[in-house]
């Protein structure tokens, strides 16, 4: 993916190439960006990026054939030493290097090195149509599995027979869970990143989901209810509801003001950002939170997700490319008993 | 865990406080080892563990819950911002702190930073007598469930069956698998991290499997031979065999030794090091290869793991703790139709 955009930035930096670090340890998501190789394949490996010629991969002999099988970037040898890197100006991606690696890069390459992590997740930020497609398989995925999950939600089942019939129903696809299924009924709903208990579903009950389809994260919630909601707890998810739909369609493009709107709207009890990039990591820019200096452009894809935490809880959630959403679920009140 | 002992660390290296960072992008395995909350749980949390007052946790408001729920720290405050923070001289865990984060933590708190992580990997690894129990019951499971896997095993089921077998036991015990189970057979044994496929067992068949029992992992392999073997074939398997079973009972205390005198044995075909130290990560010191600088002493839990791997695979690994082995399956060759 935008290997070239890539190489253009370095050149026009002055950078010879790029060093992007992968271990079971420390999994560089950027590195499963441009090769396509799963964080979850436990790699062990380098993938350099030279200004101009083509981008190559050391292995650790252990993994070689796997990495021969997977990997969109072709070239690939043994690992042996660093030594054999030769730039005068080495970019490194600094949001996965740790202060030790540096360190042991340091002894093997004695050359300057810069930080390229702003550029690697700008370019990550814009999905290219081949991520679209994916991230559309992806949400369409977590649609039907979502509709799935309400339909076997009563006031019989508890949460974790609703969360293992999620991972069931992820599994018989062949897929892996983006996050392990969040599924919070009556209090617990209030727990954003509530563990699923051995508690039969009442009130509020959040379901929080998400598959990754070849390596594409998706991420969709919704709010039912079980047995007979009052008058206070419709309005609230409507309330909910109506500033989910309006952040959507929303012409704002500062991140931080479309935030700031659902703020307004829902006070105190708003403790959450209103949602994040998705792509191959399941958090990746833009984030839309107070802080943020993102601007909402063509072709990201992200989450929209305003929720309040109270005596319960309620969080309505779709992925969205150029203001359409990309997940598919009813979003008015279900009511089951 | 040895909380008290890496206290007196920091006294007598006159360093105020120490400070690991745990989020869903960088999981510090040496907080899970003090705060013993797993790094499956996606906690966003700082662990400060001050010279001499009682260590303390700042936990981001979505996750405050769980962690109050599951964490051995005790004291649990909202995380709001680092500034609250003061030391003259602050350990990190550079093992786990990237550049990127680094950056942000200087912005929040002016002092000088040194690193800890040399004395937390050597204080990790010499297990507490209640860690030890962990191990024990995690590598009893883990051979329970091999010696399951082994029967399961024929000519007429697939590396994929096999490995989904594994994957169900583990999860009927409520467990989670320390990694992937390995299941490579035939030409695909000589594939050390080889990922199963649709292919019926023939010949050499390597099962690798763990799992974890209260965060701490457990590793075994096996290797078992579906048809008859040749002699040639028969003759590898007891060399590896030999040398394993020389290994963990040899009075050799450094680790490159014992690695060095395993290698002149195994020759050219030992492509991986002897074994590696074990607990809430799969792969923690000590470390036993040519460049290892450790000494295996008491209360050290490792793995001892000699393999081959030319036209097939040959791999015998057990977890050994003061010289005995903790994991408890037969090690004959075991031949199956």
């Known amino acids: ?74 070239e690939i040898r043994k690992l042996n030493s660093l030594k054999e890197i030769k730039g005068k100006t080495i970019g490194l991606n600094y949001n996965s290097i740790t202060l030790n690696r540096l360190k042991s890069i340091k002894k093997e390459i004695k050359t300057k090195f810069v930080d390229v992590s702003e550029k690697v997740s700008e370019l990550r930020a814009i999905k290219t149509e081949e991520e679209i497609i994916l991230l559309k398989k992806s949400c369409e995925i977590s649609s039907l599995i979502m509709r799935k999950a309400i339909n076997f939600c009563s006031s019989s089942k508890t949460e974790i027979e609703v969360k293992e019939f999620i991972e069931n129903e992820i599994k018989k696809l062949n897929l892996e869970p983006s996050f392990t299924p969040i599924v919070a009924s009556g209090k617990n709903s209030a727990n954003p990143h509530h563990i699923s208990e051995n508690k039969k579903l009442k009130g509020f009950t959040i379901i929080d989901l998400g598959v990754k389809c070849k390596n594409y994260c998706s991420d969709t919630t919704r709010t039912i209810y079980i047995g007979r909601p009052s008058k206070k707890e419709i309005k609230d998810y409507n309330k909910v509801l109506k500033i989910q739909e309006e952040s959507i369609r929303s012409k704002e493009v500062k991140a931080s003001k479309l935030y700031l709107k659902a703020k307004k709207v829902l006070g105190k009890n708003f403790i959450h950002s209103l949602g994040h990039g998705i792509g191959i990591e399941i958090h990746e820019r833009p984030d839309l939170n107070e802080i943020s200096k993102e601007k909402l452009t063509n072709n990201m894809v992200y989450t929209i997700e305003p929720g309040i935490y109270d005596k319960y809880g309620i969080r309505i959630e779709d992925i969205v490319l150029n203001k359409k959403i990309l997940t598919n679920i009813d979003k008015e009140l279900m009511i089951k008993r």
């Not at 030279?50 to 099988?69: C, D, F, G, Q, R």
């Open 1 to 74: 993916m935008k290997i070239k955009e890539f190489q253009d930035y370095l050149k026009e930096k002055n950078i010879d190439l790029a060093l992007f670090f992968n271990n079971e340890r420390i999994k560089d998501t950027s590195f499963s960006y441009f090769t396509q190789i799963p964080p979850s394949a436990n790699v062990n490996a380098v993938l350099i990026i030279p200004n101009s010629k083509a981008p190559y991969l050391l292995v650790s002999i252990l993994e070689l054939n796997i990495a021969k099988k997977i990997s969109k970037v072709k």
